[in-house]
């Protein structure tokens, strides 16, 4: 199995930018297509964005469409979500997670999670 580590996370203001990164050990990351999902208080996990093995495809959820940009980097091993423009209700805990088979929106297709990040955007 893969291990999965996010950093990155922490107090922005809204309308700046962060970089969170999702370091993978124990596999190869390029083996696995990679998702980042986010869960605000009181709220369940939702979709954010996705990328195939060789990061030549990509989706994203409407609401992060235009502000954020999901990349990989296979000689270190590590994906990355680079978040734009951010607004208060990006607020939230963001996770990265890792499937053995396609890109996908919804939880159950990914069978990796890290430990999640904290992201608060303040105004």
């Known amino acids: 199995q893969v291990q999965l580590v996010e950093s990155g996370g922490g107090l922005v203001q809204a309308g700046g930018s962060l970089r969170l990164s999702c370091a993978a050990s124990g596999r190869t990351l390029s083996n696995y297509a990679m998702g980042w999902f986010r869960q605000a208080p009181g709220k369940e996990r939702e979709f954010v964005a996705a990328?195939?093995?060789?990061?030549?495809?990509?989706i994203y959820a409407s609401s992060v469409k235009g502000r954020f940009t999901i990349s990989r980097d296979g000689a270190k091993n590590t994906g990355y979500l680079q978040m734009n423009s951010l607004k208060l209700e990006d607020t939230a805990v963001y996770y990265c997670?890792?499937?053995?088979?396609?890109?996908?929106?919804?939880?159950?297709?990914?069978?990796?999670w890290g430990q999640g990040t904290q992201v608060t955007v303040s105004s």
């Open positions: 990328i195939t093995r060789s990061g030549g495809s990509t």
């Open positions: 997670a890792a499937s053995q088979f396609s890109i996908a929106s919804t939880v159950r297709n990914y069978n990796s």
